[in-house]
């Protein structure tokens, strides 16, 4: 289905949401599809099927904003209202849902984006040269349909702040909050490995189980990390793709209070 013609009805049933919904509610649901979406592609599906699925994660996405914007009691644009969509609209639509567009920008004349290296409801995750310190590190740009809602803005600095408060080993270390024009960021640890959820989808494929001891030594270190930090603040949003497996075994937590 076509973007062009999207109406809230349509939006709804994209993002399988009962009427009335609630932001959070439109936020979490589009979250939830979106890392659907992130697992099928990583599966090395043909490239007809991951066109596809491309496709509907951009409508989603699309849905989303849509709804956002009526929940919020603003005027649709005319990228997400109902009816045609005049060219111009649908290609700036299009550039601003592109992570890589940012690619070879530099933040706050000090972190140059390298490379996408994570995607998710929030945001793109890059890795970046820092200049003043002369070393790499991971920069999260918050997604600019979540900074445009109404109060995200002061609730987004207040929680990142909370983020960098907390000094755990299996908690990702959160350097910075910052500001460049309406670029949103966060600038924290450069981790090696993959996400927990990566690592459950190569054990379903190869049908290998997790060990049990290996299993217990990731609980352990979840635990350790998420009783340290709810004397704090509570995560909001902990799920496989926010637990992250390292080389050597050990794992971090990472969007503390940023759900």
Excluded at 93 to 107: N, Q, S
């Amino acid at each position: 289905m076509s973007t062009a013609t999207l109406s809230p009805g349509d939006a709804r049933r994209i993002l399988r949401l009962a009427h009335p919904a609630t932001p959070d509610d439109i936020v979490a649901a589009h979250s939830r599809l979106d890392r659907d979406f992130v697992d099928r592609l990583a599966l090395g599906l043909p490239e007809s099927l991951q066109v596809r699925i491309r496709e509907q994660q951009q409508e989603a996405r699309t849905a989303s904003e849509l709804l956002l914007t009526m929940a919020l009691g603003r005027e649709p644009s005319p990228s997400t209202a109902a009816g045609p969509v005049p060219a111009p609209a649908r290609a700036s639509r299009e550039t601003e849902a592109d992570p890589k567009r940012l690619v070879g920008e530099t933040l706050s004349d000090r972190y140059e984006l390298r490379e996408v290296i994570g995607e998710g409801g929030m945001g793109c995750v890059y890795q970046a040269f820092d200049a003043l310190k002369q070393s790499f590190v991971a920069v999260k740009v918050i997604a600019p349909e979540l900074v445009r809602q109404r109060g995200v803005e002061e609730r987004f600095i207040a929680e990142a702040k909370l983020a960098i408060s907390l000094s755990h080993p299996n908690i990702i270390r959160v350097h910075d909050v910052n500001v460049d024009g309406d670029r949103y960021y966060i600038t924290m640890e450069l981790l090696h490995g993959r996400t927990l959820r990566a690592k459950m989808t190569e054990q379903k494929q190869s049908r290998v189980p997790q060990p049990l001891d290996e299993g217990m030594a990731l609980a352990k270190q979840l635990l350790s990390a998420l009783v340290y930090a709810h004397e704090r603040l509570v995560h909001r949003d902990l799920k496989p793709e926010n637990v992250w497996v390292c080389d050597d075994g050990s794992i971090k937590v990472m969007d503390f209070g940023l759900a």
